[in-house]
């Protein structure tokens, strides 16, 4: 039933994931500095960060405890996990009947979990005030999250991704007007996730307004890498379903090897115009206050329920 | 001898005796003996009838058919184990010094011939006699009720007194419009209110008459019964007389007076347009059950509540009775037993707790199962079976009407929804801190008589799961004597 | 097995158990003759009945008629596939609890052990008898058993007024609950007078006395499964009681009310009308959402896990709503589809809701404490507990690979399908519930991380708490045996699955099985591999993997050096416990965000307070919004009748004179 | 009236006489007047039974006559003087509503009970079928006596002119109820006055009176 050309696709996939994220993470802090008409800082800069960081020593505090060591470790590997159910170069995928899109949003939630507890572990207060913030943005955003899912999925009557970037790559041009409100949606739900302007911001350890960097104060060397590289992942998989759901072509369909080697240009291509996208996003709006967030990701929830009611309304005889 | 005439001679007999020797020290015993006598006495005559059937006494004078000598076999036993409880209970009052030797004395032999009386009610034919017993009942616990002879106990004797007397003449009232209308029928004879007789002719009964005698009947005995609104005796009597009364008033004196209403009802019903007479005992029945129950929320005393309780319990019977059908009646006998059966074991429960405590008012009982679980777990269970609640044998009956009441009486779901609800919420809340939590209670002189309280709730609780089947046979044949 | 049908060996049993609650009150006061010999009997017995539950599942249903009953009806028992998936789900988390039980239960705390051990295997007794129980009668004896005997368990500790009263309003509830399942059954026997539930299958009943049966029913189990408006005994019954039979009421008893509710909708009533289903659903959804918010803002940690018990039986009921309509419409598939989904979650909240609470009872036994703002950082202390607890958040916040996903999922895939139902405000309507069913999971995520992250990370907010010590063997036995239910039904759902497919089959005539048997054994996909697909294993596997080979990567390509300093935390590393956040303070953004859903009563701190101090109170609206209201009606009335008792004999006489001439003039034949 | 024989006539005759006793007692302030009043009516119902007795041939009623002579003529209205005298509470009987409003109350009590009578009475074939709808107001206005009075005697002799009532009813209309039952009654009646003869004494020996306003203490409200 796996086929080899599968495999390797997925193994590939995986590979790709771990080299692409750091990099995608570093373009769009490229961009950022571009467009705010700052100096850029290297391209490959994630790189040497991650090398640096697991060259040095860990400083773990006294009260750290094994969950706070064993975290960083969960939560790479779910975004391994999370990427390689993700379709990125082709459809033919051995692990994605692992997790469909509902489960892949529980694997996320998973990884959230284990860094909202290691965030709540050494016993700081913002290590608590990081972990109730991001919980908070996590109950938030995964209605909507979910609610997008459901709006590509009654189209393709799937939830497993494969069939559903299938469907959608390989589908007559027709226009799906819910197709636009679940985008929208996607994107304000992928800013929150990845704690990106205007929900949080990664470059800054501003104390009042920080969730993701509040969480991870206490992480050094090794631990700090790995989170910082699950993160670039996590970034990267949201791009790339972004991409895969709402712009699927050029993704191979099966075991066309060719098809496959195509895709990967194609693929950076695609990252790239995202990256400055996100930057772009990230340049002209401005962090907003945390009591804010609940109507941005209920804006993004209510777009995707629109979503799903004009699927039902409109389309349902497409 | 004849079961039946030693049913009756033994409380009597022994009632005039112990009007002379009430006050020895092993008196108590023979009011037990007595009592012992009579449930014996009662228990053979129950097996000869349910082994040949029916049978007569005094010429036609007495009757005792499947239908009363199921009652009979419970006051029987019922006063046995009162009697057992009074032993200690009289002793611990005498040596707290609220009983002299001469109340005793009259105690005893009023309690014997307050049984003469019950059975005599339970086992005539003759509706005449049945008043009379009934009015003779009335006078031995007046009696009874005042026996302390404290101001309070004197006021709810009086009450009971001039509210039952008055109570009591509308049913004279009744039997003299029923013995008009039944001697058009069967001509101006003796026979003429032997209820044999009566039920012979009763669809020739004129039914002008009836409806008015019934009315008189059901008022005059449902006062006695404690029918809202004619119920207002009723908790004075129970909570300032002695426990031992109260047991027997709740247990035993409401049933004769409702066993009463039943022989009319037979009659009224062969007489009647279908379900006039039924539809009387609905209406008083949900009325009581909800006043009742919305007076069990304000009480302070414990008897008093327990006095509620049994008023909201008649309501209910009344109630399945006035529905009538083979299911409803026997609900109504089972229920009549259950409660028997568990209001005197609380009565005796609750009798010791405040023997202990040297109150009746709730709030200065709490924790009677730290200092004798004993009687803690008694009132504990004795209420939760009063309540309603399975395994024991009140929830059987109460499962029967309210299955049948929600088919047949819809409307009438919501009454009892509330009225039990209420009740449930009012005796529970009061009786869980009497029974948990710290305590107040003292050591009695007298070791208290638990034997009746458990004995009570062992048959309540076997009667739940297991009714043996000579008695089921008995109560399908007394239901259906009821139509 | 030995020539007994399963039948007989649950009945033989639940005599056991009462064969051994009994014998604890041979030395009532020996605590370790009850709790190390009786206890572990019991859970032996558990595991038999569990296993007995696994094998009548698929055969076929036993019944038997025992002695004892009322008259015309005796005791009907029946052992069928529905019953056998709860009997199962009452063996294994029993077994786990009772195992637990037998080195939590102490001396010298309110109730004697022998009267404990009574009421213990009295409760798990009746319980079994619930399931098992095949005529009206039985039922109601065995379920008010249920309830009594729980009642006992939970003022175990009698001498706390607070604890009385809760035991108070769980029994006040509980009562009325039956009395609506009493009545319901009334409404199905139809008025024959046959109250055997085989009766009740064969009669036919209109559609509108079909719904009165669905509505009490749902009413009367829905107030002891904790169904919003009916919930409030909940949250007061599980703090109150001790830990071991709180998991036991949460993980198993409201369980039972569930197994009514299916057996009565499904079993007993023929009709189906699609707008129960929208009741189910609605009542579910609200039950759901109000549990999960109120739980995340509880400062007690068995409060907390009340109110998320609360919400695991809102889902339940939407998915029960869920079925309802797809059955409604015939369309079996689907309706079991969303009825295994039920079925599994109430496995799954078995297995970690009991966990949960038994680990709140670790907790209670080291610290003394329940209030979360005195707890944390145990993970130190307690590092055994608070592994196995850790479990028990992830299931219960419903998250891959643990148990409590896979029925989240399931439900999930269910509420997809609603478009294709042939009512186009249900297809409106269904999606848009599936949308908060998510916001739920995602809230009780919320509710989990706090309470594992409060009592067990952080540093210690108490100076006693370093005296707290890890449970002991039998403890940490029950939790271990738990802990291994969560994950097996995490991990292995389609086995599961498969087995509990006899009882959809039975209630609906189509289950998942064949789809599921196409597929491997690792494998969930219940309509179709393309359509969706779960493999918890290899999710687990994957991640488990992952980190192992990063660790070994890191450390061969590296190394694998570590420090120890003090925290960084922005430079206010000095700051001491009381910086962390308060089980309060955790929840604010939850006050703030559904502030209406609340009734809270704060107190800030002024400007210039000497000793400035901040708290929060919540409370639940249905109180003030239902039941004080309630309370004071009826005390308002019975202020009014008690007002015929006003000691004149005159007005007495005057009311037997009124209702003689009412019924004079009035009641004329 | 000419068609009703003259023994009905007369038997009507005592009847009113006892309404009219009825309403007398019912106006009655004094204690010990009420006490005579009450004399009067067992009185004319023993003449009414008397008569009905002669008329009809019936034995037993004869006895009933002598018993209602006995107990209700001579023996309670004894035990209620010596009562009256030795508690010393002959004088006014106050009552609780004015005595014109009682009256009036009452006439709509008797045309309430004759109403509800008539049909009955139509069916009977006694010769004083007239009498059960008098019987009836006699006990009404018996009952209205009780609501209205405060002591405790006035009560008592209340409910004794309401058993009256009772036996008009028995005797008049339907010529008596069985002797073993009349005798049973009688025994009731009289055993029932002794303890409450004992009652006064101790009720006065609690209260300092007999006034039943001191007996309100046993309420819920």
């Known amino acids: 039933m796996i086929s080899v050309s599968g495999l390797i696709g997925q193994v590939f996939a995986i590979a790709l994931a771990l080299l692409l994220a750091p990099l995608l993470a570093g373009w769009v802090g490229q961009c950022r500095a571009w467009l705010q008409s700052r100096s850029a800082p290297p391209l490959l800069l994630p790189y040497y960060m991650l090398h640096k960081l697991f060259n040095k020593d860990v400083v773990l505090a006294h009260g750290a405890s094994s969950l706070f060591r064993a975290a960083p470790f969960i939560i790479f590997g779910c975004m391994v996990l999370a990427c390689a159910i993700v379709p990125t170069l082709s459809t033919d995928l051995p692990f994605a009947p692992a997790a469909d899109a509902l489960a892949l949003v529980g694997v996320f939630g998973l990884a959230r979990i284990f860094i909202a507890l290691a965030g709540m572990d050494v016993g700081t207060s913002f290590g608590t005030l990081g972990g109730r913030r991001e919980m908070l943005v996590g109950f938030l955003a995964e209605p909507a999250l979910l609610m997008v899912f459901f709006t590509l999925a009654m189209i393709a009557q799937s939830t497993s991704l494969p069939t559903i970037v299938e469907t959608l790559a390989h589908r007559e041009l027709v226009i799906y007007p819910s197709l636009a409100f679940a985008g929208v949606a996607f994107t304000f739900v992928s800013l929150a996730e990845n704690a990106r302007v205007p929900v949080d911001n990664p470059a800054t350890h501003l104390e009042l307004t920080m969730i993701h960097e509040a969480m991870i104060l206490e992480y050094s060397g090794r631990h700090l890498a790995l989170i910082e590289w699950a993160a670039s992942l996590k970034l990267y998989a949201y791009s790339c379903l972004g991409l895969a759901l709402f712009f699927p072509w050029g993704i191979a369909p099966g075991d066309d090897f060719l098809a496959l080697v195509a895709a990967i240009p194609l693929l950076v291509l695609k990252l790239a115009i995202g990256g400055f996208l996100l930057a772009g996003i990230e340049t002209v709006n401005a962090k907003m206050r945390i009591f804010r967030a609940p109507e941005f990701l209920g804006t993004a929830f209510m777009l995707a329920v629109l979503g799903l009611l004009v699927r039902l309304l409109l389309e349902a005889r497409v | ?483 | 097995m030995f020539g007994f049908l399963s039948l007989d060996l649950l009945l033989i049993a639940a005599v056991a158990w009462l064969v051994i609650g009994v014998a604890g009150l041979l030395a009532p006061g020996n605590t370790r003759f009850i709790a190390q010999l009786l206890f572990p009997v019991g859970a032996a017995i558990g595991i038999g009945v569990g296993l007995i539950g696994i094998a009548a599942l698929g055969a076929p249903a036993e019944t038997a008629v025992l002695a004892i009953g009322l008259p015309d009806l005796p005791f009907h028992l029946r052992l069928d596939n529905l019953s056998a998936v709860f009997a199962l789900l009452l063996g294994f988390a029993s077994a786990g609890i009772s195992v637990y039980s037998a080195g939590y239960f102490r001396e010298g705390k309110g109730t004697a052990p022998g009267l404990l051990c009574v009421e213990y295997h009295l409760f798990l007794a009746s319980m079994l008898m619930v399931l098992l129980a095949d005529d009206a009668y039985a039922f109601m004896v065995a379920w008010e058993c249920m309830a009594l005997s729980s009642f006992f368990l939970v003022t175990t500790d009698h001498r706390h007024d607070e604890i009385r009263r809760a035991g108070f309003l769980y029994l006040l509830i509980a009562h009325i609950g039956a009395i609506g399942i009493l009545l319901c059954f009334g409404v199905m026997t139809g008025g024959a007078g046959d109250y055997r539930f085989a009766a009740m299958r064969a009669m036919e009943l209109t559609p509108a006395w079909s719904s009165a049966a669905f509505l009490l029913a749902l009413a009367g189990f829905g107030a002891k499964a904790g169904l919003v408006p009916l919930h409030v005994w909940l949250p007061e019954a599980h703090p109150a009681a001790p830990s071991p039979v709180s998991a036991l009421m949460s993980g198993v008893m409201l369980k039972t009310a569930i197994y009514g509710l299916l057996r009565v909708s499904f079993d007993l009533v023929h009709t189906t009308i699609w707008w129960w289903g929208v009741v189910a659903l609605a009542v579910g959804l609200a039950t759901a959402l109000f549990g999960v918010l109120y739980s995340t803002v509880q400062s007690d940690m068995k409060r907390l896990l009340a109110y998320s018990s609360i919400e695991n039986i809102g889902l339940i009921a939407v998915g029960i709503g869920l079925t309802l309509v797809f059955h409604a419409y015939r369309m079996e598939a689907l309706a079991a589809l969303a009825l295994t989904a039920v079925l599994y979650h109430c496995l799954a909240h078995a297995g970690f809701k009991s966990l949960l609470f038994l680990c709140t009872g670790s907790v209670l036994h080291a610290t003394k404490e329940r209030s979360l703002g005195k707890l944390g950082g145990l993970i130190h202390r307690m590092p055994w507990v608070a592994w196995l607890a850790l479990a028990g958040i992830i299931a219960g916040a419903g998250l891959p690979p643990l148990s409590g996903f896979v029925s989240e999922w399931l439900l999930l895939q269910g509420f997809l399908f609603s478009p294709s139902l042939p009512h186009p405000w249900l297809n409106m309507i269904v999606p848009v519930a599936a949308a908060l069913v998510v916001l739920v999971a995602a809230l009780a995520g919320f509710a989990m991380v706090k309470f594992y992250g409060i009592i067990f990370l952080g540093q210690m907010r108490e100076p006693a708490l370093k005296d707290a010590h890890d449970a002991g063997p039998w403890e940490k036995a029950g939790l271990v045996w738990l802990t291994l239910v969560t994950v097996l039904l995490g991990v292995l759902p389609s086995p599961v699955i498969l087995r509990l497919d006899a009882a959809t089959r039975q209630l609906l005539g189509a289950g998942l099985a064949d789809t599921l048997r196409e597929q491997g054994w690792w494998m969930l996909a219940p309509i179709s591999a393309e359509r969706a697909s779960y493999e918890p294993l290899l999710v687990l596997a994957t991640i488990a993997v992952v980190l192992m080979v990063t660790r070994w990567l890191v450390r061969a390509l590296y190394h694998g050096r570590v420090r120890r300093g003090s925290p960084w935390d922005c430079g206010y590393h000095f700051e001491g416990p009381r910086a962390q956040d308060t089980a309060e303070g955790f929840s604010q953004p939850i006050r703030r965000i559904f502030e209406p859903m609340f009734r809270m009563e704060r107190h800030f701190p002024a400007a210039r307070d000497k000793q400035p101090y901040y708290s929060v109170k919540v409370e639940d609206h249905f109180w003030h919004w239902c039941y004080l209201p309630i309370a004071r009606l009826a005390n308002s009335i019975s202020a009014m009748i008690v007002a015929l008792q006003g000691g004149r004999i005159a007005v007495y006489l005057m009311y037997s004179f009124i209702t003689l001439l009412l019924l004079l003039l009035v009641a004329r034949p | 009236m000419s068609s009703i024989p003259f023994s009905a006539q007369l038997i009507n005759l005592f009847a009113a006489a006892i309404l009219l006793l009825g309403f007398a007692m019912l106006a009655q302030r004094r204690n010990l007047a009420l006490v005579n009043l009450f004399a009067f009516q067992g009185l004319c119902l023993c003449l009414a039974t008397l008569t009905t007795a002669i008329s009809t041939g019936q034995t037993h009623l004869f006895y009933s006559a002598g018993l209602t002579l006995a107990l209700k003529v001579v023996a309670l209205p004894w035990i209620l003087y010596r009562l009256v005298r030795q508690l010393n509470v002959g004088g006014e009987a106050e009552a609780l509503i004015n005595i014109p409003t009682t009256m009036l109350v009452g006439i709509v009590l008797v045309m309430i009970a004759f109403n509800v009578a008539l049909p009955i009475s139509e069916l009977s074939q006694t010769i004083t079928r007239g009498t059960l709808g008098i019987a009836l107001a006699v006990v009404m206005l018996a009952f209205l006596m009780m609501i209205t009075r405060q002591k405790a005697i006035s009560q008592v002799v209340g409910f004794l002119s309401m058993e009256n009532g009772l036996f008009l009813a028995a005797t008049s209309a339907t010529y008596g109820m069985p002797m073993v039952v009349e005798l049973g009654i009688a025994l009731d009646v009289l055993v029932g006055m002794i303890i409450l003869g004992v009652f006064f004494f101790q009720i006065r020996d609690q209260f300092d009176s007999l006034d039943i306003r001191h007996m309100e203490k046993l309420k819920d409200n």
């Open chain 2, 1 to 483: 001898m004849d079961f039946f005439v030693l049913m009756l001679a033994i409380p009597l007999v022994s009632g005039a005796l112990l009007t002379v020797v009430g006050e020895r020290d092993w008196a108590p015993n023979i009011n037990v003996l007595a009592s012992l006598g009579t449930f014996l006495a009662a228990a053979g005559l129950t097996v000869e009838i349910v082994a040949n059937g029916p049978r007569f006494a005094f010429g036609e004078q007495f009757f005792i058919d499947s239908l009363n000598v199921f009652f009979v076999t419970l006051t029987a036993f019922v006063g046995l184990t009162t009697s057992i409880f009074s032993g200690p209970y009289m002793r611990n009052e005498r040596d707290h010094g609220r009983l002299s030797k001469p109340r005793l004395r009259l105690y005893k032999s009023m309690y014997q011939l307050f049984m003469f009386t019950m059975l005599a009610a339970l086992t005539t034919n003759n509706l005449g006699i049945l008043w009379v017993a009934m009015e003779a009942a009335t006078l031995t616990t007046v009696l009874l009720v005042s026996l302390y002879r404290t101001p309070a106990s004197l006021e709810a004797a009086w009450k009971y007194f001039i509210l039952c007397g008055v109570g009591i003449a509308q049913a004279l009232f009744g039997t003299v419009l029923l013995y008009f209308a039944a001697e058009r029928v069967l001509g101006a004879t003796g026979n003429a209110l032997l209820w044999t007789h009566l039920v012979g002719v009763k669809a020739q009964l004129e039914p002008a008459i009836m409806a008015l005698a019934f009315i008189f009947l059901l008022v005059g005995y449902g006062t006695k019964v404690g029918l809202a609104p004619l119920h207002n005796w009723l908790p004075d009597a129970h909570a300032e007389g002695p426990t031992p009364v109260s047991a027997v008033l709740s247990g035993l004196l409401l049933n004769v007076a409702l066993y009463a209403i039943l022989r009319c009802k037979v009659l009224a019903d062969g007489a009647l347009p279908e379900g006039y007479a039924g539809n009387l005992m609905i209406g008083f029945g949900l009325f009581t059950l909800l006043v009742a129950a919305f007076f069990l929320s304000r009480q302070k005393d414990v008897k008093r509540m327990f006095a509620y309780s049994s008023i909201e319990h008649m309501g209910l019977i009344t109630f399945a009775f006035g529905m009538g059908g083979p299911i409803a009646n026997f609900a109504g006998l089972l229920h009549m037993t259950m409660h028997s059966l568990t209001k005197s074991a609380i009565f005796f429960a609750v009798g010791h707790a405040s023997q202990k405590t040297g109150t009746q008012l709730i709030e200065n009982i709490s924790g009677l199962i730290r200092i004798n679980p004993l009687i803690g777990w008694g009132l504990m269970l004795g209420t939760l079976a009063i309540l309603g609640m399975p395994p024991f044998g009140v929830f059987a009956s109460e499962f029967m009407i309210l299955t049948h009441a929600m088919r047949h009486y819809p409307w009438a779901i919501p009454i009892l929804l509330l009225a039990l609800g209420v009740a449930f919420a009012s005796i529970f809340g009061k009786v869980q801190p009497m029974v948990f939590g710290q305590t107040t209670a003292r050591r009695l002189p007298h070791a208290p008589a638990i034997t009746p309280v458990f004995l009570h709730l062992g048959i309540v609780l076997m009667l739940g799961l297991w009714i043996p089947p000579y008695l089921t046979r008995w109560f399908h044949e007394a239901a259906r004597m009821l139509g």
